[in-house]
């Protein structure tokens, strides 16, 4: 009996082998391994000593694509994806966008075929103001320095990347849309390509007090840091953008002249303060002309974007880039300020850089 049960096992063993086909040996393994995602500390000298007393470090979030501990001899294109006002280097990250994971998004897209492998990297731009706006300063620091040095030298160092223009872009949304043309424009020979998504702030208009009266009441009512995140959103982005565009290191605590004053509850122009104002990425475009035709330039704004400046502003720089023959992709899409962000990254932006990045 012990020898026929053997032999009936050794029967059924023959049988099953036979019935289940050996896999070909080029098929898919059943375990796909995907990118990760790493939080780097990243030096940055070009922030030290600023007045605001934030750190001369800065983290940043780096995205590797599949197969990079593997393949050691190979290097990759790396897009630098900057993100907006009151949000961190996570923002791309932790699904505030549509429950948006880039890491995800692009294991996604290359598994597809529909990216190449792609190292994304996103630093943490939020300083005591809630933003820098990617632009030096004598007050936060000088973070347009950060990101083309610190940063990219960093990386370069660090990972195996396409160390030169044609391996580089740079892209945000909002205030890193901004930041984004900015760092384009100056450093065309650092980035080849840039992508704006719903870049706000390009022109005076942005802030203006006919619209925006409340706010910068509330912003020359601060007397005190204490008081500085109470005062609301568009108060903390006013400030944000003084520190750039009319920095006063002798005039704590916020170090920064406002281009208007009150007079009882009258907002009055302060003339001299306003014109420096008027230097947004709009007004750099006639004397960046020769940097911007070096580089492949998208941007698209939401037409119900409840910052109602910003696809006036997109509307504005596609005309003007077009009246200079400027060769650039603008679009305005059905949606709000980040209604559509996950979509246009995954269907617009990545895909971009994947065409364009060597």
Known sequence: MHNLKLILRAVLVAVVSIALPAPAADAQPSRWDGGVTRIDTVA??????????????????????PGYSKNKSRRYPVVYLLHGFAADHRAFMKGAYQNLNVRISMDSLIRAGLVSDMIVVTPNARNFFDGSFYANSPVSG???????????????RRY??????SGRGVAGHSMGGYGALRIAMDHPDKFSAVYALSPCCLAMSSVDARARGAAWKAALRLRD????????????????????????????????????????????????????????????????????RRLSVAFDAGT?????????????LDSLLTANEVPHTAELYEGTHGSRIRERLENKVLPFFSSLLR
Do not use: C, H
Request: aromatic letters at 10%; charged letters at 25%.
């Open 44 to 65: 940055a000298p070009s922030l030290s000593g600023n007045l605001i007393g934030d750190p001369a470090w800065r983290e940043a979030t780096v995205y590797l694509p």
């Open 142 to 156: 000088r973070w347009e320095d950060f990101i083309v040095r610190d940063l990219v030298g960093y990386i370069d």
């Open 304 to 316: 119900a974007d409840g910052l109602t400046d910003i696809p006036v502003n997109v509307r504005a």
């Open 160 to 165: 195996r990347t396409v160390a030169r223009r």
């Open 225 to 292: 840091r204490s008081e500085y995140q109470r005062a609301g959103f568009t108060a903390n982005l006013i400030y944000a953008l003084a520190s750039v565009y009319s920095p006063n290191p002798a005039k704590p605590p916020f170090f920064a002249d406002l281009p208007y004053r009150l007079e009882g509850e009258t907002l009055v122009t302060v003339p001299e303060i306003t014109e420096s104002w008027r230097m947004g990425p709009i007004a750099m475009v006639p004397l960046r002309l020769d940097a911007l």
